[in-house]
């Protein structure tokens, strides 16, 4: 099936392209491995002779199509980010080439480099990335391999190395005196991932750089780490938890979201109060026992999870603190309501130390593995 590309052409002869009949050579590039078809691969053509080069990229389903000269030779590129590049050469008849399947090899795992940097609010729903952190305690835990990569005890830089090899689970753990530690987690090719991370924050992906490592067999990606400081009192909204209508049971699709923030306590030396908050919408008692179940609700579970009690409160506020003018008697969109159903959570101590600040990842992990476990053969009873 023919599609429409852009192709980016550098011709020193209109007349001599358009002069002959064009053969059309269609193709799909997929993973050698996985047999994934690969979107957004450059190919390049060229051919010396005519001083033609074409530029094009493979649709979302790795397919590709262009137009050739007959009776011509053509150096043809692939060329993706991760991926060893193939050349080919192809010598092009008067009849229409057997289409071409383009199998392209992987690194074999990719050498990151991550600079941790400052998260500085700039205003209620903006932050930016401000000086570069030093002085770090950097761990790295394969978790495929039950293995310690790295322990960095007192990084004096605020870069950092590590190699991620295919087929593997990592975990990463970076403190910082003040700053909330910061837990990340990548995936490189496992579990139904090419490359995932999770951790890092949506607005600071990583960037797989084009270029190799030394010996050809890596790809490299880069990465700036946010860390946020630790203030007393500032309140922070937890995304995604939501109640059926009236209920207070913690739902499946809320506990990726607690289960951060139970990851946020085991790292950090903090004491918290977890809050809820409906809109204004019915009785002012009803919406405020509603929160403050609602709010129980949540401490329990994240409670359940191996946090102590001491570290966690909760307490139900209802209707009466809505972010904007939606109170009793104005009319709002359903958006502009559900702007004010929220669950947030508060630092209401800084600790000089919790059980966790001595901890290694990989006991942290171990102690993780363990409660899982309880909480998987609670269910199965």
Known sequence: MRFIVTISLVITSLSFLYSQIGVSLNGLIVDQQTGRKLYETTVIISNDEAAIKQVITSDKDGAFYVELLPGKIYDITFTRPAYHDINKTIEVSDTVPPALTIAMLRYPGYEFEGTVRQLVRKSANMTTLGEELKNLRIEVYNNTADKEITIIEDDPDNTFQAVFE????????????????????????????????????????????????????????????PMKKIVKDEITRLDNIYYDFGKWDIRQDARPALNNLVNILKSNPIAIEL?????????????????EKRAKSAVDYIISRGIKSTRITSEGYGESMPLNECVDGTKCSEAEFQYNRRTEFKVTQILEKSNYTNKSLQEIITEEKKINKRIKESLDL
């Open 166 to 225: 295919r087929g593997n689970h990592y975990s990463l753990l970076i403190r910082k005196k003040g700053y909330y530690a910061k837990r990340i987690d990548v995936f490189v090719d496992i579990e139904g991932c090419i490359l995932c991370f999770e951790g890092l924050g949506n607005e600071y992906h990583p960037e797989i750089e084009s270029a190799t490592t030394e010996t050809n067999d890596r790809g490299s990606i880069i990465a700036d780490i």
């Open 275 to 291: 809050s809820s908050h409906t809109d204004s919408r019915g009785a002012d008692d009803y919406n405020m026992s509603l929160s």
